[in-house]
């Protein structure tokens, strides 16, 4: 059901590697032309950052979003000045763009995560007569605001996740049985959630949600910095973000880079840090070896890492990072770094943030915090530069405490199992 009548945005495609433009099929998650991995991303008709004031929530921005519709109950990150935490690090333009569970402040994200931010795009982009079912891969936020929007929305939906996160997935009230969840077992990683979901869709009743590659979840991941925008009035001099496949860190470059072309925003001269939780550090590992390849990490180091790390989100083992327009290319351009932070940084910012600004953070957003104290203290940023810290989660405890249900997978499966037997498996659900 659409709040309003809505026209599609208009949009077409250009590949990052070749520059092509060429017509969105519908839904185009690589350009067919190009012969080495690229990324895609959406020109728009109106190259002029336009709010729309008359639509709710994230579809604010929908001249910057390749929706064909609007869904309920979507909500817009939210943007403010800090004061408690710019004085305690010595800053004076420090805006926090918060994307959670904070009625006080104006955001109220029910399931705490600017994965919120993608889920309404990437569904808003689907034709609201799709047959097939989505598909989507999660380590834990994402799994809890694609079941939200699509239980909420009544659109079919496979979530695959690793058991072991999933803590994660509590939400007010049961959900509709559009919904249905799969597993991989304890022990495994985000990293197996993504081959068991690959092998499902090889059926055509399914279809992949894309992850970094669809330009829906990076431009609806990207209203962060637009959420900024209307505040500070200015393009950042630097951002923040904790990062797993570091798709966030993506989106926020690409709309950066069409504020700087809409000439009232300031160049962009943003410089990106993105931030991991040691030990899982391969982006940080590649990164620093100075090497658009990823760094070697086996699936069983890989997995111990993810276990032990509290951010457990900030785990992937298949970030977009040596695709053309992907996290090396943002780094490089922009003059970015990556960080690390342990889990004690962790808990002590999750206290310090709560006693400084009023609210709790998710473990992944204090990771972003950490990282910029340690960037003001190595003298990286400076007290007069204007800075976005993107605290991508948080208000857990406001919104748990009204009440909550936790769901349990559908069903756990290998991801070693052939593709026959999990196809079989799901299509009995």
């Known amino acids: 059901m659409q709040l309003i009548k809505f026209k599609p945005t208009a949009y077409k495609l250009e590949t990052v590697k070749t520059g092509r433009v060429f017509e969105d099929a519908g839904w185009t998650l ?15 008709d109106n190259p002029r950052f336009t709010p729309r004031e008359d639509l709710k929530g994230i579809y604010r921005y929908a001249e910057w979003m390749p929706v064909r519709r609007t869904l309920k109950k979507s909500c817009a990150p939210v943007t403010y000045k800090s004061k408690n935490l710019a004085k305690f690090l010595g800053l004076n333009n420090l805006y926090i763009t918060f994307s959670g569970y904070n009625p006080k402040i104006g955001a109220k994200m029910s399931t705490c995560s600017f994965k919120e931010t993608e889920a309404f795009t990437v569904c808003a982009r689907m034709d609201k007569h799709e047959k097939r079912t989505l598909v989507v891969q999660s380590a834990g936020n994402t799994a809890r605001a694609f079941a939200q929007v699509c239980s909420d929305n009544d659109i079919p939906v496979v979530i695959c996740i690793p058991e072991d996160n999933k803590h994660d997935l509590w939400f007010r009230h049961k959900l509709n049985r559009c919904v249905k969840v799969i597993a991989v077992p304890h022990g495994c990683d985000y990293y197996d959630a993504i081959a068991l979901g690959d092998k499902l869709a090889q059926n055509p009743r399914y279809f992949l949600e894309g992850g970094a590659k669809n330009i829906a979840r990076r431009d609806g991941m990207g209203t962060t910095i637009l959420s900024y925008i209307e505040k500070a009035g200015r393009i950042p001099d630097a951002y923040f973000q904790a990062v797993g496949s570091g798709t966030g860190a993506i989106a926020v470059w690409e709309n950066a880079e069409r504020l ?17 939780n040691a030990p899982f550090t391969l982006l940080y590992d590649s990164w620093k070896a100075g090497s658009r390849q990823l760094a070697d990490i086996s699936p069983e180091l890989g997995r111990r890492h993810a276990e032990v790390i509290l951010a457990k989100v900030l785990s992937n083992r298949k970030p977009p990072y040596s695709i053309a327009g992907g996290l090396f290319d943002v780094l490089e351009k922009s003059n970015g770094d990556v960080f690390l932070a342990s889990n004690d940084d962790i808990m002590y910012w999750l206290l310090q943030f709560r006693n400084l600004e009023g609210y ?27 800075i976005m810290l993107n605290c991508t989660g948080g208000g857990t405890l406001a919104a748990m405490g009204r009440g909550y249900y936790l ?3 559908d069903l756990i499966l290998s991801p070693d199992l052939p593709a026959e037997e999990i196809i079989a498996k799901v299509s009995e659900l």
């Open 30 to 44: 690589a350009d067919p032309e190009c012969d080495s991995p690229s990324l895609v991303r959406a020109v728009y």
């Open 407 to 409: 769901k349990e997978p």
């Open 360 to 386: 709790d953070l998710l473990p992944a957003a204090c990771v972003a915090v950490s990282s910029l104290a340690k960037a003001v203290e190595k003298g990286m940023v400076g007290k007069d530069e204007y």
């Open 260 to 276: 700087a072309a809409d000439g009232r925003f300031g160049e962009n001269k943003m410089r990106v840090y993105v931030s991991q």
